[in-house]
């Protein structure tokens, strides 16, 4: 008789994760139990403090002596610290925007137009669901990046995925092209997941295991059969690269960006991003440092069409929200350059650069959320136009963030853009380094496009204005503002931070 | 050596253009005055440190600051540091100098604007970037500089932004600058990459390490930099429509102060430039190049303040050609430079004062005979006419002639080459600065009766003045007993290998007075003898047109550059557009029609988004089979 032997969890170190989920389901129960009125402000306070609760237990285990939880199917290493502490501050943020109730539909059952949906705009419902569902996606995020096995790692990108279709479908206005974002979103999320489960079953089919770390011990040894280790390494990179939005796989980005609402699209844009690139590092780094020999090539075509892709195809945008999309393509392929390098430098300049990157995006579209007219936001970029004269101030961060992300040296985009750039020279790979500071020229050239647009047009005289912000709104705007210039001053706090605490553990 | 000085250079102007822009219209009253005060004090604190340089040792000049430790992370290491040398000096007073008699000007030139406060904040900002730009220890620093400085000229030359030809201006000015930024982005990521370091004592120290193929690299980029910023060929076409702001703001940024950047990053780049030829000869054919075509275009242009961009546009193209020219040549450039600063502001703020005599004309056809009218403005103006044709002993005839010296001293095809290129320069700038003079001040009035041409107020002539007293002088002053020369010695040291003397000196200063009576001359019969028709003639050469369009420069970018931007972009878009924006356009006509139109267009369109999923996965596992074969 075989004796059982009670798996080691160390929830201590799965403590942020833990929190979250807890956090969520007391959501949905209080969802359940609660009375309409009290609703949005027990939901708002569970989730805020949730995500405080487990930011601080990140803080508490970030010199953690045992690394490994779970019996080993997660990795609590430096960088799954910063990593997670770069989702909660940015979860904070979003559930901030998030909020700001009026972009939500009241009734996310009920049809467009449909008579249910007018009683429920008329009853004054809000949708407080979307808070749980942060905090599933939440929860998915945290585990994505520490995962070192090919099952969590997928269980984790189906625990993110899933909220995150469903809050794609919830906006208020525009109602049709909002469901229709997030029926492709997931239909093609689906899509993307076959192909990372498929990967996986391919890898293991290699390796004859489940973990990062076996996977690294056979491609060392380079036993196994090479063709599925090189069908499983495509077809996992789908999955990521779907995520990460890199070319070709990018289809859905600015469709989702476009119609999902603007709070969801900020959360979504800057966290997922982290999230899947914290994996992307950490399958690229551990289990197939060995193998890039195969997927650096791979990688470094990725990186060149997506970089210039997003930047080229961004020039043609007339609004906004999809030409911040295309921008964040353009930015994941100047993110896969970091993941390129493959040196401790690359590792800490992409954490960098996901950091610095998810504030400043997480500010624009807070600053989207708040150009409004009679009938909602305004999207259109001509009718920005003239936005400095009439409200200096969202218009000078709107500038600020639109500089940072063009890498303008000042700005928090500029020391990520150099520190990956010098990352992916020092590694020798030259050319991706060129293409990335040409497509950066030409991305230059629509950011500061809108720049001019809010400065030097005079603005339309059609109703556009930019809304009073409530305090958690204008909160995301200033901390985002601030954290853009503080690290394109004073970034060596956080560099030395980071580089003293991103250090792999296989 | 340190100093704790230097950051107050430019916190001063910085702490203006804050307090004016935050504190906002509070400040209106006395706002002008606090900028102007701030720009002097900035010059008070450059005169001191210049002071304290001069009580050193020669090798004892420079001193440095450092502010704080910006980038340290590894090898990667970066501090915000400041560094005032012997070069930099020389630019610290001439934009602080310079800078200041603008300030005062526009008190006056601005002030039925109502704006003016944010003018002035504005003009501040210009002066700290410009002042970081020159101070920076490293490229990074500089860059800062740079793209505040860009920033700051983008603000102030969109200030009139009510003029609708502002939009294509900004665009070209803004298209020019970024290629010049990439360039020097590039520089910075290949001289780290190369050198481990991007300070110049860094890069200055282990220069001699590297590969003349890295060396050559970061050279040409820097001097793609250089030419974007200066308005050298083949970046240059935005100058001229740059010049729809405000006239000082002409003459700080398009004069005196932003555009010589390019000329001060190649020449404290000079280890660069001395152990990479092939870069270094580049910058002096892309220099000799620019003076002809600036000169050319300033034959043609009809619009004054458009001719004396073209002027500067030529006239740094003597100094790049300078720069060009190696160590002997690098003093020159700076002494060209600062002439230049003094005698094209003076002439550009008296442009500004004959359009604010003549309610803001700027058709030199519509002037003529003002001299009577504007004595001071014509005196001020006729002292830098002086200067910059290079009459002795005015301070362009010292520059000028040293840099046509020393290109035909360099011996060889390139010596005359050059030098023919910078002698023909010289008599063609004789031409169409008379023509201006002549145009402007002498013959006919041809104005409409409405005009009331009449001297500026004082606070505009008073700058006028001062600025024309250093075109008089500045060039007797930076070559009497060598001074400019030795004094740069330490940051440019001149070759020390003896030279040949193809020509005498003597001989180049007769060779190139000669032209330029030559190019007098022919303006003087052309337009003081004849009448000048008050509508452009249309019966002219080819030639003429072909300069009055700018030598096709903007024909040319067309051509070239945006048509075949806009076709890739379009081509892009379209491929795009097939999946997406078909997929919006759908939903378009879905919202306003039924919904059973949903289904088709979703489905219909994810497909093929799934499509290009699948393509790419299979894409993938080709590209891992042809690496792994």
Request: hydrophobic share 60%.
């Given at each position: 008789m075989t004796t059982f032997i009670a798996p080691a969890l160390s929830y201590s170190l799965l403590a942020p994760i833990l929190i979250v989920l807890g956090g969520a389901v007391l959501g949905v129960i209080a969802e359940a139990f609660l009375s309409r009125a009290i609703r949005p402000t027990v939901q708002l306070s569970i989730a805020l403090g949730t995500l405080v609760l487990a930011l601080a237990q990140v803080w508490r285990i970030r010199h953690a002596s045992s690394l490994t939880a779970a019996m080993s199917s997660v990795t609590v290493d430096g960088p799954a610290i910063l990593l997670q502490g770069s989702v909660l501050i940015i979860a904070i943020l979003g559930v901030f925007l998030i909020a700001d109730q009026d972009h939500f539909t009241t009734l996310a059952a009920a049809l467009p137009g449909s008579p249910e949906e007018r009683d429920a705009q008329r009853a004054g419902e809000k949708l407080t669901e979307v808070y749980p569902l942060t905090l599933f996606a939440v929860a998915g995020m945290l585990l994505f990046p520490i995962a070192t096995d090919l099952i969590t790692l997928f269980v984790a990108l189906e625990v993110l995925s899933l909220p995150l279709y469903l809050m794609a479908g919830l906006s208020r206005r525009r109602r049709l092209l909002s469901q229709e974002a997030a029926l492709k979103y997931f239909l093609l999320g689906a899509f993307s997941s076959a192909f990372f489960l498929f990967g996986s079953a391919f890898l293991y089919g290699y390796s004859g295991s489940l973990s990062l770390a076996g996977i690294h011990t056979a491609v060392e040894a380079s036993s196994g059969n090479q063709v599925f280790l090189l069908i499983g390494l495509a077809f996992l990179s789908v999955g990521l690269l779907f995520k990460v939005s890199a070319?070709?796989?990018?289809?859905w980005t600015p469709d989702v960006y476009q119609g999902a609402p603007t709070p969801v699209t900020a959360f979504m844009a800057a966290a997922t991003k982290i999230a899947a690139f914290g994996a992307m590092l950490r399958i690229f780094y551990t289990a197939f440092a060995n193998a890039y020999w195969e997927w650096r090539p791979l990688l470094t075509i990725i990186a060149v069409i997506t970089m210039l892709f997003g930047a080229v195809v961004a020039i043609a945008q007339r609004d906004i929200k999809r030409m911040l999309a295309y921008s964040s393509i353009a930015h994941a392929g100047f993110l896969i350059t970091g993941v390129l390098a493959l040196n401790k430098s690359g590792l800490d300049a992409t954490i960098f650069y996901l950091f610095a990157y998810g504030i400043a995006t997480i500010g624009a579209f807070a600053i989207v959320t708040l150009v409004r007219d009679s009938s909602g936001e305004v999207t259109d970029m001509n009718r920005w136009a003239g936005l400095g004269k009439r409200s200096p101030f969202i218009a000078t961060v709107f500038a600020t963030l639109l500089l940072a992300f063009a890498g303008i040296p000042l700005t928090s985009g500029f020391i990520g853009k150099f520190s990956i750039f010098s990352a992916a020279y020092e590694s020798g790979n030259k050319a991706v380094v060129v293409v990335g500071v040409l497509s950066s020229a030409i991305a230059a050239y629509f950011y500061i496009r809108v720049i001019v647009l809010m400065f030097f047009t005079d603005p339309l005289d059609d109703g556009t204005s930019v809304v009073i912000p409530s305090i958690l709104t204008r909160a995301t705007v200033i901390i985002s503002f601030a954290v853009t210039i503080f690290l394109g001053v004073f970034p060596t706090p956080l560099l030395n931070f980071i580089s003293s605490t991103a250090i792999f553990i296989r | 050596m340190t100093s704790n000085l230097l950051v107050y250079l430019i916190a001063l102007p910085l702490f203006g253009s804050a307090l004016l822009l935050l504190a906002g219209r509070k400040t209106d009253k006395w706002g002008h005055l606090l900028a102007t005060a701030l720009s002097a004090g900035a010059f008070g604190v450059g005169l001191y440190e210049f002071s304290q340089m001069l009580s050193r040792a020669n090798d004892q000049r420079a001193v440095t600051q450092k502010l704080f430790s910006w980038i340290s992370v590894g090898s990667f290491q970066v501090d915000a540091g400041l560094m005032l040398d012997q070069l930099s000096i020389c630019f610290v007073l001439l934009i602080t100098g310079v800078g200041t008699l603008i300030h005062i000007y526009s008190i006056a030139y601005m002030s039925h604007d109502r704006d003016r406060r944010r003018f002035f904040a504005y003009l501040n900002l210009f002066i700290a970037a410009m002042l970081l730009l020159v101070l920076g220890d490293s490229y990074l620093n500089l860059y800062v500089g740079w793209e505040g400085v860009g920033l700051a000229s983008y603000l102030l030359i969109g200030f009139w932004n009510q003029k609708p030809t502002y939009a294509t201006a900004a665009k070209k000015a803004f298209v020019a600058n970024r290629v010049g930024d990439l360039g020097l982005s590039l520089a910075i990521m290949i001289s780290f990459a190369t050198l481990g370091t991007v300070s110049f004592a860094g890069v200055k120290a282990h220069a001699g390490q590297a590969s003349t193929g890295a060396l050559t690299a970061i050279g040409i980029m820097l001097l793609v930099a250089a030419t974007g910023k200066s308005a050298q060929f083949p970046l240059q076409a935005w100058l001229g429509d740059a010049m729809a702001g405000p006239t000082p703001v002409s003459a700080l940024i398009h004069a005196a102060t932003m555009v010589t950047a390019g000329v001060y990053l190649i020449i404290r780049s000079n280890f660069i430039f001395d152990a990479a030829p092939t870069a270094q000869l580049l910058v002096a054919i892309i220099g000799a190049i620019t003076l002809l075509f600036g000169a050319v275009i300033g034959m043609a242009k009809d619009d004054i303040k458009k001719a004396l961009a073209a002027s500067t546009m030529s006239q740094i193209g003597y100094m790049v050609l300078g720069a060009g020219l190696g160590p002997v040549g690098y003093a020159f450039a700076i002494m060209h430079l600062l002439t230049h600063g003094f005698f094209k502001a003076g002439m550009f703020l008296g442009a500004g004062s004959v359009m604010h005599g003549m309610d803001d004309e700027v058709n030199m056809r519509r002037y003529g005979g003002l001299r009577k009218y504007m004595p001071i403005t014509f005196a001020t103006f006729g002292l830098g006419y002086l200067a910059i044709i290079g009459v002795p002993p005015f301070a362009g005839f010292y520059s000028k002639d040293k840099i046509i010296e020393v290109a035909f001293n360099m011996g060889g095809i390139k010596g005359v080459t050059l030098g023919t290129a910078a002698l023909l320069g010289a008599a063609i700038t004789a031409f169409y600065m008379t023509r201006v003079v002549v145009m402007t001040f002498a013959g006919n009035k041809r104005w409409d009766e409405k005009a009331h041409p009449h001297e500026s107020p004082a606070l505009m002539w008073v700058p006028m003045v001062l600025l024309a007293l250093g075109s008089v002088a500045s060039g007797f002053l930076f070559t009497h007993g060598n001074s400019l020369v030795n004094w740069l010695a330490p940051v440019v040291a001149p070759n020390p290998a003896h030279r040949s003397e193809m020509l005498k000196p003597a001989v180049v200063s007769i060779l190139a007075l000669v032209v330029v009576l030559i190019g007098v001359g022919i303006a003087i019969m052309k337009y003081l003898r004849a009448d000048v028709p008050v509508v452009a003639p249309e019966d002219v050469s080819i030639f003429t047109k072909i300069a009055r369009r700018d030598l096709l420069q903007d024909d040319f970018n067309e051509a070239v550059f945006m048509r075949p931007g806009q076709k890739l972009t379009q081509a892009l878009v379209l491929t795009d557009s097939a999946v997406i924006d078909g997929a919006v356009r759908g939903v378009a006509r879905m919202t306003k029609g039924s919904g059973s139109v949903l289904r088709n267009t979703q489905t219909g369109f994810v497909r093929s988004y799934a499509m290009w999923i699948l393509l790419g996965a299979i894409g993938l596992i080709a590209a891992i089979w042809v690496v792994t074969l």
């Open positions: 070319v070709p796989f990018h289809a | -």
